[in-house]
């Protein structure tokens, strides 16, 4: 879930769609579920790990990244296959 959300973030922001450390999510937990192939029910203990270890928020239909580094650390994630440039801030 972890590399899932960095690779989101990632493109978001490649996308000009991020807002400091936010970017609309609007994914239900079911969604989630689907997406990953886990029951609710491990969303949610998922999820709950993720905000514990204060990487990351999800709520009220937005992402919210705390530790960018602590969460692609999480989530193993190394965007470098995604072939995207980075943005610079404008």
Not at 32 to 51: F, K, P, S
Not at 80 to 90: E, K, P, T, V
């Amino acid at each position: 879930m972890a590399h899932l959300f960095c690779e989101l973030f990632y493109r978001a922001r490649a996308a000009q769609l991020v807002r400091g450390n936010r970017c609309r999510m609007p994914i239900s937990l079911a969604q989630l579920g689907e997406t990953l192939g886990m029951a609710i029910a491990t969303v949610n203990r998922t999820l709950a790990d993720l905000r514990r270890s204060e990487a990351m928020d999800l709520r009220d239909g937005e992402l919210i990244v705390l530790k960018w580094r602590e969460l692609q650390r999480l989530g193993d994630f190394n965007p470098a296959y995604l072939h995207l440039r980075r943005q610079s801030a404008s």
